[in-house]
């Protein structure tokens, strides 16, 4: 099996502040895959669109864990910021798309896409795992390879 390759930045995040951020992203995601709401789902895609796309500071999901890591005991960690901006960006393709189908009224499929970014968000804020690695090592990266040079 090959390694994992992750993007990387200069910057570092809180880890306590980006697990209790997924925390409530999944509550929002798990509440949308029981009961499927436009409102959710365009929620979800607006806050990972802040977080993705440098506007943290408008992101009320990562201004409430920021606020919610103020009652949590563990000490903090200082992460690479770069899984966690590429993480967010699948997040806002996933909660977009789910968006999307529901707007389509393709229920089901909006729900199937719903499930996997809760499944996403449940490993984050559980035990700190981000399946943005795997995702940019298998499906980012070989075709970045394979059409690096062309124009």
């Given at each position: 099996m090959s390694s994992l390759i992750c993007p990387v930045s200069n910057e570092k995040v809180d880890e306590k502040v980006v697990r209790a951020t997924a925390l409530l992203s999944f509550i929002i995601a798990i509440l949308f895959t029981l009961k499927p709401n436009l409102y959710a789902a365009g929620f979800l895609a607006i806050d990972f669109y802040s977080r993705a796309f440098g506007m943290k500071n408008t992101s009320i999901l990562a201004c409430s864990g920021a606020g919610l890591t103020q009652?949590?005991?563990?000490?903090?960690?200082?992460?690479?910021?770069g899984p966690k901006i590429f993480a967010a960006r699948v997040g806002f393709l996933f909660s977009i798309v789910s968006f999307i189908l529901l707007l389509a009224h393709y229920v089901l499929a909006s729900q199937i896409v719903m499930g996997i970014l809760t499944l996403f968000a449940f490993l984050e804020w559980s035990v700190g795992f981000c399946m943005g690695c795997y995702v940019y090592t298998y499906a980012v990266l070989p075709f970045y390879k394979k059409n690096r040079g062309k124009i």
């Open positions: 009652f949590v005991p563990f000490q903090s960690k200082e992460i690479n910021k």
